[in-house]
């Protein structure tokens, strides 16, 4: 992003906030400003629709042009073009896909990128920076988590539920009890594949095995993997438990045998775009198979 571009949209959002104008960068300018790697032909910026003249003359803009929804104009700023608009009878400030981003020194409001991203056609000339953009977001997303949950992961699952002889007793007792809620949706699970993303210590998948499934764990976590394996082996079921971001499972995982992909409490924050989850869920199925999401 040019150095008088994001100089521009600074100083514009300041002179939007002090004049009390509620804006949101949107389109490829927001882009731009959250660091997508795309070059806008002017700032474009939306404004609360009855403080569009006010922003106009702010800005010294050209005379607007307005249809039924909406109107336009356009002003310039140290030589950057800068494409006004609003929506009639729209709320600006109360966009949920409306978000802070620090450019300059300045918190300016700009569309979230995943906004973008939802309303994009496959031949937009945008998505493919959109994507780069969106898969290193997740990078360093995984990156935090998996250092996170490599902290003395292990110590706190037994200070939490107690050593794993401790815990596979109690699930052993009342594996269907575990499972709760879940028990309606999963059916009768024995003889049945089924796969726990993001499944933690086991505790879910020792419960499936205990009710006859050929149960899986994927984890980031190797932390995670000690104790659900020594839950495992001391509930006498077998557990596959597969130390991996689920993003980078390697293809010889991706089977598409899977009779239940199951995800469930605390799972969907972890991922910047759910697309490529979805891909992997997709890959793991067989035909016929089900997810079962609880989040």
């Known amino acids: 992003m040019a150095h008088s571009f994001a100089h521009v949209a600074a100083s514009l959002a300041r002179d939007l906030d002090e004049a009390g104008i509620a804006y949101v ?58 494409l006004l608009s609003c929506r009639y009878n729209t709320v600006v400030a109360a966009d949920p896909e409306r978000v802070p981003v620090p450019v300059q020194g300045t918190m300016v409001w700009a569309e979230s990128v995943t906004a973008y991203r939802r309303a994009t056609t496959p031949d937009d000339p945008l998505l493919p920076a959109i994507e780069r953009y969106l898969t290193e977001q997740q990078r360093e997303h995984s990156h935090t988590n998996e250092v996170a949950w490599n902290q003395s992961t292990y110590d706190a699952w037994v200070q939490r539920y107690g050593a794993p002889a ?83 499972l390697p293809d010889a995982e991706l089977t598409g045998d899977y009779d239940i992909v199951l995800l469930e409490l605390g799972i969907l924050h972890y991922f910047v775009d759910l697309r490529p989850l979805a891909r992997v869920v997709r890959q793991l199925l067989r035909p016929g198979g089900r997810l079962i999401l609880q989040d």
């Open 25 to 82: 960068f949107s389109d490829s300018t927001a882009l731009a400003l959250h660091g997508v790697s795309v070059t806008p032909d002017a700032i474009e910026v939306r404004v609360q629709w009855d403080r569009f003249d006010a922003a106009r003359e702010l800005l010294d803009a050209a005379p607007a042009a307005r249809t039924a929804s909406s109107a336009t104009s356009r002003a310039e700023r140290s030589g950057v073009g800068i």
């Open 166 to 248: 401790e815990a596979a007793a109690r699930i052993v007792r009342d594996p269907a009890g575990r499972l709760a809620p879940l028990n309606a949706y999963l059916g009768d699970v024995a003889g049945k594949r089924v796969i726990n993303l993001l499944g933690s210590h086991g505790s879910k998948a020792v419960a499936l095995a205990l009710l006859g499934a050929d149960a899986a764990v994927v984890d980031i976590s190797p932390g995670n993997a000690v104790y659900a394996r020594e839950l495992a082996a001391a509930a006498g079921v077998s557990l596959r438990y597969v130390v991996s971001d689920v993003l980078a």
